[in-house]
């Protein structure tokens, strides 16, 4: 039976991250034609990405750490692409080798066996490790595969038709895993190929200033690794740049332009909030304020697990706070003490100065994690509104809105 929600979308059905992903596709990338930004339109896009050269991919966090979030510099070189702080990047990424020849063993064919692809005639080898997605497995596998595995828990959980129990079980799942489920299963190569959906690109807030870091693009991001059934597993992007694109390497990349996400007048001060590789685009603004010699004062909120090890571009924060481009820094290391403190509780200690701020025209940006960061900084908010501007619940959602609608509270959420 098929579930309700999204199957025609290549990835509607996945878990947030995916899901909030795709959205993006439509809403930000030029080659759909809905955005016109001040970034010049580029001939690049996500079916045809420009090679660009990964100059630098270098570890941010500390070896103790239990994250990896590493920094990438990107060559624009003759691209033509022009972004400005705020905007997003595709990468357009390639799958590991183990899990192709994982893949592979599992269909028990010789990986030089012929297929037709979108990309035309290639072998079956180079066909899963650039044209599809065999991280993430498609409704139309699991459920091909289903129909045969008698698997009791998969079955419960395809009838059942709920969204959140489907996330829960294709949570760190992938497709050897899926045919893992029916061992005796004999899709030949191309039965196979076509259950599959094709690779898809991911996107990553730019963490560079057009004007501070000219003809190069900077990404921060956070390596998805982790051990699930006896094999360790990655993101297929992440570990793609952390891994299989060294320093002098290309990748497949393309602007994928957030309009909504843009610095206010020079003037104007600004309040972000970052926690983890949500810093990426504030780093963006803080060095485009300074390199534009903008007024406005700028106060960021960053937090992480540990100080020693998670601090994220710690020495320019740093340098940002004693030249006074950084008129505030608040910081919420979650792990250093006993009680677990996140951004959303160094909001509340400041509150009246927070709401002291907005009262004064400050815009008010996030970025990071959708699922809880996002959720416990606007509830952080509207407690924070009610509080110091002596507003009833319903007066402070009033207040909150009218941010909203007068694009001073801006969210960049994934
Ligand atoms: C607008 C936007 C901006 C973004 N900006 C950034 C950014 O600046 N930096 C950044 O790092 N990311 C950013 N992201 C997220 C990024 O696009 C990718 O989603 C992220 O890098 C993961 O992609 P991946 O290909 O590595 O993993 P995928 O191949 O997509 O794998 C993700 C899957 O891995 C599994 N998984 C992950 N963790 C675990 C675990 N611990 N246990 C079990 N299973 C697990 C889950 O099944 C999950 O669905 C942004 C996303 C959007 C939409």
Sequence with gaps: MRLGFGDTDPTGYTAITTARQVQDIDARTGDLGATKTASKRSPWN??????????????????????EVRHFEIALDDSGISYEAGDGFGVRPVNDAVL???????????????????AGEITLEQALTTEYEIGIP??????????????????HVLQNGDRASFDAWIWGRDVVDVLDLDRSSTLDPAEFLGLLRPLQHR?????????????????????????SAER??????????????????EAGVFLSPNKSFRLPSDDTPIIMIGPGTGVAPFRAFLHERRARGATGDNWLFFGDQHRSTDFLYADELAEFERDGLLTRLDL???????????????????????????????????????ARMAKSVDEALHEIVAEHGGHSPDAAEDYVNELKRSKRYLRDVY
């Design 46 to 67: 996500r079916k045809n990405p420009y090679r660009a050269q990964v100059l630098s991919n270098r570890c941010l966090s500390g070896p103790a750490s239990a994250k």
């Design 100 to 118: 192709v020849s994982a893949v592979i063993e599992r269909l028990g064919v010789p990986a030089d066996i012929a297929v037709h692809t979108k």
């Design 138 to 155: 498609s409704m139309d596998l699991i459920e091909a595969v289903a129909e045969h595995a008698g698997d009791a828990e998969l079955d």
């Design 203 to 227: 996107v990553y807030s730019i963490s560079s200033s057009p004007t501070a870091h000219e003809g190069t693009v900077h990404l921060t991001v956070s390596t998805v690794r982790y051990r």
């Design 232 to 249: 360790d597993r990655g993101g297929v992007c992440s570990t793609y740049l952390a891994d299989r694109v060294g320093d002098g390497n």
């Design 332 to 370: 919420a290391f979650s792990r250093d003490q006993h009680e677990k403190i996140y951004v959303q509780h160094r909001m509340r200690e400041s509150g009246q100065q927070l709401y002291g701020w907005l009262e004064a025209g400050a815009h008010l940006y996030v970025c990071g994690d959708a």
